[in-house]
């Protein structure tokens, strides 16, 4: 069983949860059953610092997160039909090697597609999957 890179847990152990408002980028729940969670504005620029920074914490100059101002959380069960994508990720989070960089490569060549109106908003989940399909993952890279 493949295993994500953060926890080194299975991938069946990891659920994805709808959060409409995009403040909890972000959740995990310990074995004790509590959950610790990263929140934000809906802004990516704060996972992706923390991402590319951690260990380390970098000053930012940007709005604290308000929870009042930011109003109620709600969370859903996600519709698989609905968000087609999320089956892909998990299939080439288990493939492993070089598959989650090929799924991410065609998500964005096809958005890519889409914006520039050339393909219709159905079509992208189609074409991330034919290339994963045609594509081998490489377990290791050579190193440079």
Known sequence: MKHHYLFGVDYD???IVIHPQ???HSLIELQDTSMLAQLGWPDMRLPLLYALSWPERI???WQPLDLVKSGDLT???PDHDKYPC???AYAAGRAGGTMTAVLNAANEQAVALFLEE????LEISQ???KVCDRTAAIST????
Do not use: C
Request: net charge negative; charged share 25%.
């Open 13 to 15: 152990q990891i659920d």
């Open 141 to 144: 890279l050579p190193r440079i």
């Open 75 to 77: 969370f859903r069960q």
């Open 22 to 24: 995009s403040i909890i």
């Open 59 to 61: 000053y930012t100059d």
């Open 127 to 129: 074409m991330i999957e």
């Open 86 to 88: 999320m089956d892909l």
């Open 118 to 121: 050339k393909i219709h908003y």
